[in-house]
């Protein structure tokens, strides 16, 4: 009896055991959250480079800017490549989750596009422009909007604008807010939309071609591996990094996305 007691207990533990083996493992691939389209396409090439230091990467692709945080925050996911620093911040404060950022990725510039004009000051009196409606990429897209001159911000103003920091709007212009990967498809349906380069990219514009404003080269908003705080110092988080922030992922990048998409290692 006591025999068969032991065997039972032992035969419990099995499943702890395998849930501790090491991320990225023959047993267990890394789980990597990104977003469709530049994310999928770099983490693919990083995911190759991975494989010959022996890390196995399984690849999680998203349509949405929440569920790959949400996702990482349960464990369903050891890291994702999708956001920048002041998205990041703005979800572990609201949302409470344990995340921390280990290293940057690439730069996408947010554009101003539109089907109707061919610059910014076109827009008519009245136009409605659409924004992101989460709270960072819209404060960044107002920032984008006045620094186009279709309005002006409260001194200060940075990415935590709103639409209640427009001091000075002479066009009566309407910002329409919608979820980012939408914006794309809004074209049709208003004067412009700020869409983030890895949604446009995804759309087949690109921002150094067929925006009619960009932020500058100088943008603060790099991109960035997140993991979990109690994961920051786990051995598979540098191998990660190793295996993204190197010249073959650089090189990559540049020939890919022809400028519209910048490293920022």
């Known amino acids: 009896m006591l025999a068969r007691r032991t065997l039972l207990a032992a035969a419990a533990l099995l499943p702890a055991a395998a849930l501790a083996q090491e991320a990225g493992s023959t047993a267990r691939p890394l789980r990597v959250g990104v977003t469709a389209g530049p ?18 990467i399984r690849i999680v692709e998203f349509s949405d800017f929440i569920q790959p945080n949400a996702a990482l925050a349960a464990g369903d996911l050891d890291a994702n490549s999708y956001q920048h620093q002041p998205f990041l911040d703005q979800q ?12 940057k990725t690439m730069v996408f510039p947010m554009g101003l596009y539109s089907r109707r004009h061919r610059q910014a000051s076109a827009i008519p009196a009245g136009g409605r422009v659409a924004i992101p409606n989460d709270p960072t990429n819209g404060g960044r897209a107002l920032v984008l909007l006045a620094s186009a001159g ?10 935590r604008a709103t639409v209640a920091d427009v001091t000075e ?7 329409v807010e919608l979820e980012a990967a939408q914006l794309p498809r809004a074209l049709d349906e208003v004067e412009a939309a700020a869409i983030n380069s890895n949604f446009a990219l995804q759309a087949g514009l690109n921002p150094v071609r ?22 920051r110092t786990a051995p598979w988080v540098a191998r990660l ?9 650089k090189g990559f990048v540049e020939t890919t996305f022809s400028g519209a998409v910048v490293p920022a290692f």
């Open 169 to 175: 709007n002479p066009r009566r212009l309407r910002i």
């Open 39 to 56: 994310h999928a396409q770099v983490m693919e090439k990083v995911r190759e480079i991975a494989a010959r230091d022996g890390l196995a």
């Open 92 to 103: 572990v404060r609201d949302r409470r989750l344990p995340l921390v950022s280990v290293g």
């Open 241 to 249: 990094l190793r295996a993204y922030q190197n010249d073959e992922v």
């Open 210 to 231: 067929d925006s009619i404003a960009i932020e500058s080269a100088e943008s603060p908003y790099a991109n960035l591996i997140a993991v979990r705080d109690a994961d």
């Open 150 to 159: 279709l309005f002006s911000l409260r001194s200060g103003a940075d990415f």
